[in-house]
């Protein structure tokens, strides 16, 4: 007679509204039972670094769903995981897109420019432990045209996207030379997500052995 699989009793909560973070984490078979979009006011503070600011959002962010996760009774004892993206030319930083306007003046800045891009991400265990860590990356983009910029701001793929644009989409294919964490551009680096959830204890590799529990 085979054994009936455990359920899996460990929560794990996602401090974020983004469906590319989601998919990043299902793409390491981890499925978090939640999704807690943290409302903040993500302006840089005087004179702060971007590496700084992404540093400092992913830790608000956990906090933040740490908070919300302990007043809901299903959530109590959950994993927290936020993370936030910060792309800068120098230490000019970029805005998260919101208009055609913001978009277009993001692609015209990295036209033919390399520049950096930071996503912090935060773990906070069931006891309270905060652990972080910090991935960077070095882009280069090709010298876009005029036509080219029109046509990728008419696409409307940059809205709500740090720097005003998606890698992962259409303006993967700007993208002269890359040196670092693809994923972190994409907005949730692995490599270090994964490091602390099993640095904190999470069985990660207890959902790899069970993925159509955790699906």
Known sequence: MT??????????????????RLALLQQVG?????????????????NESPRKLAARLALEKARVGA????????????YIVAADTVVCVGRRILPKCETSEDADLCLR????????????????????????????ARLRFKRLSGKEIAAYVASREWHGKAGGYAIQGVAGGFVVKLVGSY????????????????????????AWARPEVVA
């Not at 054994?3 to 590319?20: D, H, M, Q």
């Not at 981890?30 to 005087?46: F, I, Q, T």
């Not at 996760?69 to 959530?75: F, I, P, S, T």
């Not at 949730?188 to 207890?206: A, I, K, Q, R």
């Open 3 to 20: 054994a009936e699989p455990k359920i899996r009793s460990v929560r794990l909560a996602l401090a974020s509204g983004s469906p590319r």
């Open 30 to 46: 981890l499925a978090p039972d939640a999704l807690l979009p943290a409302d903040l006011d993500e302006s840089p503070g005087r």
């Open 67 to 78: 908070k919300t996760a302990h007043g809901r009774e299903e959530l109590q004892g959950a």
């Open 109 to 136: 800045l990295l036209s033919g420019r390399a520049h950096r891009v930071y996503t912090g991400v935060t773990v906070i265990d069931p006891s309270g432990r905060e652990r972080s860590r910090l991935a960077e």
């Open 183 to 206: 994923t972190a551009v994409v907005g949730l680096p692995l490599h270090e997500t994964v490091s602390l959830l099993e640095g904190l204890g999470y069985p990660v590799h207890e």
